[in-house]
């Protein structure tokens, strides 16, 4: 396994962002931002908390970590003081799962993060959205029948930033439109990583 | 942002996907381009992309450094090849 190169500006900026807070949750950490986070913050984190769909063990960047499933009381235990919020099926999952199922998983995440805005000690969180949401602004309230990935990620936008000013949690929003990375999960899903995925295997584009 | 809370878009240079194409190929040798495809910017068609504006002002204001798209390419070839 090669370790993912990691960008310097992005280790300082990380290093000052987590000074002085021992406590970090990671929601949807076996994921690609979720494995791209751990890379950049596990040296400067005293005390982490993973959590997944699925209790297991990853391996990032030639380190191990345990990544257990969502427990309120376990959170609780934990008290967060900063919360990095990666969990979302994104939209290749609603096939899998059907309309319903999708909707409803999805809001049960987005209820989870929610949550945590009420606990006294978690002083932020960072969440990453997607500029479907964007697109899905000021369309129709049915938009969700078309989009449901676009439109859920709006609806989540909205009552975040609602949730956490009423709570004075500082709360952050990172809208995804285009990116890159190493840990990409479904590289044939995006054009930068399908495209090399293509050179490197068949060597033709 | 108000000190309270914070919306960030990604930004970055449009890029077209024969453009893409023609820098992995590149960087892979002996990679050939099948199809070429009309860039999107020459057609009538709704771009999905942030306006870069966020993005320009908050890589200036910290300082920041963004991976050229010459590394970020690098830097998936090296994963794929070998996961992290």
């Known amino acids: ?205 | 942002m108000d000190g309270v809370t914070g919306e960030l878009d990604s930004g970055g240079r449009l890029v077209e996907m024969t453009e893409l194409a023609l820098e992995i190929a590149a960087q892979v040798e002996g990679t050939n381009i099948v199809e070429k495809v009309p860039n999107r910017s020459e057609k009538d068609v709704q771009q999905y992309c942030s306006d870069n504006a966020g993005w320009e002002a908050q890589i200036e204001a910290r300082n920041y450094l963004p991976a050229s798209l010459s590394s970020q390419i690098a830097n998936v070839i090296t994963a794929l090849r070998s996961p992290p």
Do not use: C
Request: hydrophobic letters at 45%; glycine letters at 8%.
């Open chain 1, 1 to 205: 396994m090669a370790e993912a190169p990691l960008s310097l500006s992005a280790l300082n900026l990380t290093a000052s962002a987590l000074l002085g807070k021992p406590r970090v949750l990671v929601l949807g950490a076996g994921g690609w931002f979720g494995k791209t986070a751990l890379s950049l913050i596990a040296r400067h984190t005293k005390s982490l908390m993973l959590v997944g769909s699925h209790e297991r063990a990853v391996v990032v960047n030639g380190r191990p970590f345990h990544i257990e499933k969502w427990s309120e009381e376990e959170v609780a235990k934990f008290r967060p003081e900063i919360v990095l919020d990666f969990a979302y099926l994104i939209r290749s999952f609603l096939t899998d799962h059907g309309f319903s199922d999708y909707v409803q998983i999805n809001r049960e995440l987005s209820q989870r993060v929610l949550s945590l805005a009420f606990l006294g000690w978690v002083e932020g969180i960072l969440t990453v959205s997607s500029g479907d949401a964007i697109e899905a602004r000021n369309r129709p309230s049915t938009y969700i029948e078309t989009d449901p990935y676009g439109a859920l990620r709006d609806e989540f936008e909205r009552k975040f930033l609602e949730e956490t000013h009423r709570h004075s949690v500082r709360a952050f929003i990172a809208r995804a439109w285009s990116v890159s990375g190493g840990f990409v999960g479904k590289p044939m899903n995006y054009a930068l990583s399908s495209f090399v995925l293509q050179a490197v295997t068949a060597k033709r584009i």
